[in-house]
């Protein structure tokens, strides 16, 4: 069915590095939820889940990796609803798996929806999971007559899909020439991700916003200054030299009218350098202040700019994606030297007064590499969300101390995780491990029978050799094993330049380029159709890689033109087939074989 929404489109600017920076120990996931008042049916919420992904059909998305940039490509992938087993915020992007970006599960009386930071912010999450949950209750619910709440404007699929970055970028606006100072960095040894600390604090909304206004200040204000107290107290005194400083996400579409679902958000950076004299009240008027300074919309304008001007720069974009990563890294890594922790407030979620018997609250952490707060609120309860891979949990004691001594009442949420600490036994690692450690026993052993046989190594260099090359295609196979098809041109390119290494050391006969090479590839061209059409994959899955077969096994031409090729039956064969399958790929998929090099080739 036709949605009106395009096939493929590239990362907002705020994602891009998103993919790069993605491991296993900080998956870019955050989580979104609802804790409902009753027991969650799991037929009624895959039919909400259903309902909603008509609307919002731009999440029914796939990450690919282009010669420049990734991009979102849209795939006709069944979003299933399943019960929480794996550790909050696990992994859903996983390099060479084609899966949804997103993850809708439930327990007892939670709904969760976990989503890849590259797909959309905590704006578009919320919309998603506010129309996730009034579906899921009214199908739940008939007699309730429960109303439905429709937006004033009703998004169209261009505005939802919208680069609000690009569309609001000018080159006339100058450079934020403000210098960050490095700030104090939370140190010591990191907890793995399945053993993440996730503290939830629930507290009153009017109270604690009587509280803010009392000093002057927003609750956003209020909780940043308590954050960064907080955090002070565990800080030596050897390292109070440089700010505590808190990164805070900004909702760029309250400057910039956007109907985005995608990532249109940007931030500020908060911080404070604390003095044995420092007062809480002192902190508070710190950060009043550099909030007032730093939402200034022609600043938050310029620091918008500026983070699209490095993306359109001409150079930057020309420099293939696998060199460009190291920069970006790099960049990243570079960035995060001036945050010390991140805090994170989404905002009010808003349903009519029928929802309040079936809803109790809605919650929403992140993923992190350290110390993140996110927080939300709906009716008068206000969510804190604390996550953090600091094995010692006294910044979260301290804050909860500071709400005593502020007479916020507060009430610390159950972690109630089935996943959460469970540690995952992947028996392939260990098979991986003990190949290792076989091909290095069985070059020690062929060493040591050639030493005492022969007093001399002349034979063990072979040995050790072969041993290396199986180690390596093996282990080539185990990390590509995701994309069968990426890996078959992996496994070509490796054999081949492993098979030219043994032709040249043992004395040049020509076999590795006059027949390893083009039945190699032969065997690779004629092996896509088979497993595109047995694993029944779409077209823009195999094509990009029966287009590099074809394009590889037209080498042998220019092999046989310069005289190296011998035996030249082989490479005949091998390029006139491969010169076929591409002209047959432009004369019968013109249009899906143009669009696959405008993705790939897109800068």
Sequence with gaps: METGYSKWRKLDNAALAFPLVTDKNDTRVFRFYCQLKEKVNSDILQQALDQTMEKYPLFQAVLRKGLFWFY??????????????????????????????????????????????????????????????????????????????EQIEETTPGAQEEDSFSQYYSADLPKNKEKKLAAVKLKGEKLLHADMQITEIVIPVKETLAKARSYGVSITVFLTAMLLCSIHEEIPKNRQKRPIALMIPVNLRNYFPSQSMGNFFGWIEVGYTFADETVFQDVLESVKNQFKDKLDKEKV?????????????????????????????????????????????????????????????????????????????????????????????????NFMRMLREEEIPYKEGKNDFPGCGEQNKKEEIKILQTFTFLCLAVAVICGMINYLMLETLNWFWFAAAGCACAWLVVNVAYFKRRNILKNLTWQLLIITVLCVLWDHFTGWKGWSIDFVFPFGTLTVLGSIPVIAGVSHLETEEYLYYLLQAAMIGCIPAILIWIGIVHYTLPSVLCTGISFLVLAGMFIFQKKDTLSEFRKKLRM
């Design 301 to 397: 304008a310029m620091d918008m700019n500026g983070y699209v001007r490095l993306e359109k720069n001409p150079l930057v974009r020309a420099v293939p994606l696998e060199i460009k990563k190291y920069f970006m890294m790099a960049g990243a890594n570079l960035g995060s030297r001036s945050v010390t922790a991140v805090y994170s407030n989404i905002g009010i979620l808003r349903f009519p007064e029928e929802y309040k018997a079936y809803i109790d609250r809605f919650g929403i952490f992140a993923s992190t590499n350290s110390l993140q707060l996110c927080s939300c609120s709906y009716e008068d309860q206000m969510v804190l969300g604390f996550t953090s891979k600091i094995p010692d949990d006294s910044i979260q004691k």
């Design 72 to 149: 979102l490509e849209r795939r006709d992938i069944h979003a299933i609803v399943k019960e929480e087993k794996r550790p909050p915020c696990s992994s859903l992007y996983i390099p060479d798996k084609k899966t949804l970006l997103f993850q809708v599960s439930y327990y007892k009386n939670r709904i969760n929806f976990e989503v890849y930071h590259a797909l959309t912010d905590g704006t578009g999450a919320m919309n998603f999971l506010s129309e996730l949950v009034q579906n899921y209750l009214i199908l739940a619910y008939p007699s309730a007559d429960l109303p439905r709440v």
